[in-house]
């Protein structure tokens, strides 16, 4: 255990290929790489000596220059950016080191190294995704004629398929990776235009130096990194909000994943579970508690993300020209949101990928209320039997009581009831009264998500 970690994701909740894109060295190195490509512009157009250039490039990455010693500049001068452009020049030989950011300002190398960064998170987080999509769309198959209670407002409603259920969030986590392709253009654009985006400082080249930047990067990091349309000192902040949005999108919809296994674990209805190891614990008290902890833990974390967005929000609103009351907090809430979400993800795709069931519990909630939950079924039927819909509603809701207090299946009610004598035999309430019977289109229904979502991701 180290006693240096103060965050929970430096240790606890994370992976390893999205936390990895947040270290101080990761960012270090996009910075330097954006400096190395702002001299390799001017180069090409001339501003400065090819020699030059390939020296910045050469040095430009973390063999050369230290974390450790940009934070001893920084230290001293108070400016992080500053700090890494001084690391860089004491580092380069001959007269290279004073061509380093020409004509850029802080954020012209911030915000497009903040494009790179959030654009291979979104490619990580994709991934991620693609496991959960897949695990889902294998128990949606699999599970698309297993039969269970369908509950509203906490209350049986009617018989559904886990196969529904599992289709359903398929189709959602679907949704969130064409959120990804759509948002990904948006968010992958840099800028070179300096301190107020009017591009002074580079001339009348600055739209070919901005363009050239964006092109070297683009092929470096091997992204669709593209110069932005207009800016003031930084990227506007609407992109970043709209990429935060979808990462509290995606954990609202994990949320409702786990949320609903929690509630399909509690002893009384005991139906589906989360795995659970040979040596596990589940209460440091109570021996016999199978807790569905992994379940919990997601719906704590998705709490902090949808907590960033309005954060994220705020930052749109940055005064004039620019202001810094983005600065300080987007240290925090990309890291957060973006490694606290993979996290997610990963535990959410070996829940569902270990998910246990338990249908002697799915049967014996099915028989819970004697037949009562399928009165829609029997409602339905007796309007061909010439009772109107609304009388039938009206039969059935009354029988619905009178089997509850009394405790009785509702077939004894029905079959006692004078207004529904020679209405139905006695098998053909049976029939009516088996919810495998009674689950309309639901398996096709599943088949059609299934074999959609096999097609378009090639599962």
Known sequence: MSESRIHPIEGRYRTKDMAALFTDGSKLYRWLRVESALSQAHAELGHLPKEASQEISR???LEYVKVDRVK????DIHHDLMAMVRGLTEQCEGNAGKYIHLGATSYDIEDTATAIQLSQALIVLESSLMRVLKALVMQAENNKARVCVGRTHGQQALPTTYGMRFAIWASEISRHLERIVQIKPRIAVGKMSGAVGAMASFGKEGIKIQQLVMDILAQEFNLPLKPVLIANQVVQRDRHAEVLNLTALVSGTVDKIA????????????????????NQVGSSTMPHKRNPHKAERLCSIARVLKSNIIIGIDNIGLEDERDLTNSANERMIYAENFILLDYMLTQLAQILEGQEFNDIAIQRNLDFTHGAFLAEKIMVELVSKGIGRQDGHEILRQTAIEARKRNLPMKDILIGDPRLVGKFTEKQLDEMLEPKNYIGLAIPQVETVVTKLKKQYSL
């Open 259 to 278: 949320r609903e296994m929690r509630i399909l674990q509690r002893t009384e209805i005991g139906e589906m579970f989360e795995p659970f190891t040979k």
């Open 59 to 61: 040095k430009a990455n």
């Open 72 to 75: 001893k500049i920084e230290a």
